[in-house]
């Protein structure tokens, strides 16, 4: 084994090992992160293609605004300063043929009037809901991830309750029901189908979404202008830029016990590494069940890990298009009069987005055009590795791409290039379980443990720790890398050192 002073060693150079890598260094903690892949960022990337760069990640960030919640994280990890942010009026629209739509508008005032003017009989409904919005642009959502539960004392959980209690009405009333619930309320048959959509999925709590719209308003939920990876390669130079080393194309093939204590890491090349402490940055299930070879899972491990949350699996389907497109909404959520079968599952809906509000990410006078929707991992996994697996990706495209002409006549002419991830690319690149993209899918079912999180230990051994997505449910980028903030805090907590921040 490689003899080293390395304090930590992080498996992973996505948000949260890299955010755990910095405010390591800031706190004397000489570290090192190992990444399977040849680029920082994980899930957090966008890919060159023809000129054209497609995001693969954030459509909006929290914390893009200074002085609003998550911004001085962001700072601190050296990812806002210089960078421009765009910050969108609506979230997206939803549209039926015929043409009539559904606005998401992020200022509830005008939702409020666009949706009463949609369905003047369900206006106590959507005052009620857009009184909620209201409500939520004074709530901090950061306070429930800044300190690690781990640490909090009696007196902590007295603070936070205080600050809380303002709004546990709210949250009460709208962290149980999720979007495809409330649409049930509505009396009008065209919002009835379209509000499931307007948060881009139907199974979200109500109360995320709208906080989401409330962060918007208050021009604190933009997107990075660069896109994605750029977005992730500012931490990496904030982690080097203190003295941290990150191993590239260095996929970590086992974490080394000794005694029921975590000592270092072995690569797929047989190389290893020692350290005093582990941190898993990575995907989860793999960290349990194939670095630690099952030994130290537990029953509630076994449980999640068993089909017990779901996880969000997708196809993201990106199009470089010779057609400027900045005269279109930039997301629209399109309801189809008939299914369409895609991957093996009936299609009521497609999202498109185009990405022209950020001039970097396409040549002059063109377009990036992205269609997402959920799919079946276990589709696209019994026939990968086979030639069936790529003709298939042509024919989901194409079926795809057919629809688009009936919402964008002559754009099928104009497509210069297409590119198409599956749940397995997703797993290609990072490793995800099942290809998720965002870690386990957000429902009001895992409302409370997005708050409380899952362990970041294990019970039988010392010196590991496990952050970002997997452990932090419903995931989102300021999520995670706060997970890696917040371990740090614990382990200088457990050093008895007081935890330090300095910003560039």
């Not at 700072?75 to 609506?90: I, K, M, P, T, Y």
């Not at 993201?316 to 299914?339: A, D, F, I, K």
Request: one cysteine or more; proline letters at 4%; a neutral charge.
């Amino acid at each position: 084994m490689k003899k080293s002073s390395t304090d930590i060693i992080i498996i992973g150079a996505g948000i949260s090992g890299l955010a755990a890598g910095c405010y390591a260094q800031m706190n004397g903690y000489h570290t090192q992160i190992f990444e399977m892949h040849n680029l920082p960022g994980g899930l957090c990337t966008a890919w060159k293609r023809n000129g054209y760069v497609f995001d693969g990640c954030i459509h909006y960030l929290f914390g893009s605004g200074k002085g609003q919640p998550f911004y001085s994280m962001w700072e601190e990890l050296g990812a806002v300063q210089g960078r421009q942010f765009v910050h969108h009026d609506e979230l997206m629209r939803v549209s039926q043929a015929g043409g009539k739509t559904l606005i998401v508008y992020s200022n509830p005032d005008k939702l409020e009037s666009h949706l009463k003017q949609l369905s003047p009989r369900d206006s106590k409904l959507i005052t009620n809901f857009c009184q909620g919005i209201r409500e939520l642009t004074r709530f901090d959502l950061s306070l429930l991830q800044q300190k690690p539960k781990a640490l909090m004392t009696i007196a902590d959980w007295w603070a936070l309750g205080r600050q809380i209690l303002p709004f546990s009405g709210i949250l009460a009333k709208w962290g149980r029901i999720s979007a495809e619930d409330f649409a049930k309320r509505f009396q009008d048959p065209f919002l009835r189908k379209a509000i499931p959509q307007m948060f881009a999925w139907k199974d979200i709590p109500m109360m995320v979404g709208m906080s989401l719209l409330a962060y918007m308003h208050n021009k604190n939920a933009g997107f990075p202008i660069g896109a994605s990876l750029e977005f992730a390669r500012a931490i990496e130079k904030r982690y080097l830029g203190l003295g941290g080393k990150i191993y590239y194309d260095s996929q970590v093939e086992r974490i080394l016990v000794r005694e029921d204590k975590a000592i270092g890491v072995r690569l797929y090349n047989n190389k290893e590494y020692c350290s005093s402490r582990i941190i898993s940055a990575c995907d989860g299930r793999s960290t349990l069940f194939n670095l630690l070879r099952g030994e130290y899972v537990t029953e509630e491990m076994e449980m999640l890990y068993d089909g017990y949350f779901p996880v969000h699996s997708q196809l993201q389907v990106s199009l470089g298009v010779n057609r400027y497109l900045s005269q279109e909404p930039h997301w629209v959520t399109y309801l189809l009069n008939q299914p369409v079968v895609i991957a093996g599952e009936e299609c009521r809906e497609i999202s498109v987005k185009h990405y022209c509000f950020d001039s970097s990410l396409a040549p002059p006078g063109k377009s990036v055009l992205i269609i997402m929707l959920r799919t079946s991992y276990d589709y696209w996994q019994r026939i990968y590795g086979r030639k069936i697996y790529d003709a298939e990706q042509i024919q989901e495209s194409s079926i795809l791409i057919d629809l688009l002409e009936e919402f964008y006549p002559g754009i099928k002419a104009d497509i210069e290039y297409i590119d198409v991830a599956t749940p397995m690319s997703y797993e290609r690149y990072t490793g995800n379980w099942q290809g998720s993209s965002c870690g386990w899918l957000l429902t009001k079912e895992i409302m409370g443990m997005m708050i409380s999180g899952l362990p970041k230990t294990l019970p039988d051994l010392d010196c590991f720790y496990m952050i970002g997505q997997w452990v932090e449910p419903g995931g989102s980028v300021p999520v995670v890398a706060m997970s890696g903030r917040n371990i740090i805090q614990q382990i200088c907590h457990e050093d008895s050192k007081v935890f330090q921040v300095n910003k560039q």
